[in-house]
């Protein structure tokens, strides 16, 4: 038996949701795949040695850093670009670096926002231009410049944003502790089931409740610095 379905019938495909597709794919070529975010010295030190331990850590940073830092200002970025206020994003993309806990994870906000801003410019998007000097670049300033420019909504930018971290970090674990594939697919989906909640949160949160202190994952990064032997580049 065979079955035909109408296109006329069909919604049709929006051309931003196949940018953001191609914004938050691991394909991007910024270079993302090799930073673990200090994951790698806390596999070295046996605090993450099996699929539980992973995932609460990915999650954990995912519920309580993520949701206060980088959701709400990614918001505000957004916003700064839709306004075409500079000033606000200046100020959003410097908070958000400063916010980064140690050198290594201020550098990768740097190398990965100058490589996003790279190739938005290269990708005809002007404004990125500027960016791909700019000694305080964030990844998540280039994100919301391009989330803006390829009419991207916001609550989805955000939602991608995360995912895009999450699955980063993801695939980190899986090489470092290491992990089976699917253990990785597990801890994915319970990260489905709580980036809903974490952008809702996050896009709730007051200029003055923006920020959050990660003790474990600052210590792990500065300790990755000076780790003699290591795959990852945080």
């Known amino acids: 038996?065979?079955?035909?379905?109408?296109?006329?019938?069909?919604?049709?495909?929006?051309?931003?949701?196949?940018?953001?597709?191609?914004?938050?794919?691991?394909?991007?070529?910024?270079?993302?795949?090799?930073?673990?975010?200090?994951?790698?010295?806390?596999?070295?030190?046996?605090?993450?040695?099996?699929e539980e331990q992973a995932g609460?850590?990915?999650?954990?940073?995912?519920?309580?850093?993520?949701?206060?830092?980088?959701?709400?200002?990614?918001?505000?970025?957004?916003?700064?670009?839709?306004?075409?206020?500079?000033?606000s994003v200046e100020y959003w993309s410097n908070y958000l670096f400063a916010s980064r806990e140690s050198a290594e994870l201020q550098a990768?906000?740097?190398?990965?926002?100058?490589?996003?801003?790279?190739?938005?410019?290269?990708?005809?998007?002007?404004?990125?231009?500027?960016?791909?000097?700019?000694?305080?670049?964030?990844?998540?300033?280039?994100?919301a410049l391009a989330s803006v420019k390829w009419e991207i909504p916001a609550n989805q930018a955000c939602a991608a944003y995360a995912w895009s971290?999450?699955?980063?970090?993801?695939?980190?674990?899986?090489?470092?502790v290491p992990l089976g594939q699917t253990a990785g697919q597990r801890i994915l989906t319970q990260a489905v089931g709580a980036i809903p909640d974490v952008v809702s949160r996050g896009l709730a949160v007051a200029d003055d409740e923006i920020g959050y202190l990660s003790a474990g994952l600052a210590c792990a990064s500065a300790l990755h610095e000076t780790q003699h032997t290591r795959l990852f580049r945080s």
Request: aromatic share 10%.
């Open 108 to 143: 990768e906000e740097k190398q990965l926002g100058r490589a996003l801003a790279r190739l938005l410019a290269a990708l005809d998007l002007g404004e990125a231009r500027a960016w791909t000097a700019h000694p305080k670049v964030t990844y998540a300033a280039m994100f």
């Open 56 to 87: 609460s850590w990915i999650l954990g940073l995912l519920n309580h850093s993520v949701v206060f830092l980088d959701i709400p200002i990614l918001a505000r970025l957004y916003e700064g670009w839709q306004r075409e206020d500079l000033r």
């Open 1 to 50: 038996m065979s079955m035909s379905i109408r296109v006329d019938s069909c919604p049709s495909v929006s051309p931003s949701l196949l940018r953001l597709l191609q914004l938050a794919s691991p394909a991007l070529p910024v270079g993302a795949f090799a930073y673990s975010q200090g994951q790698e010295w806390a596999v070295h030190v046996g605090w993450l040695t099996n």
């Open 165 to 176: 971290w999450t699955e980063h970090q993801v695939a980190a674990a899986v090489k470092l």
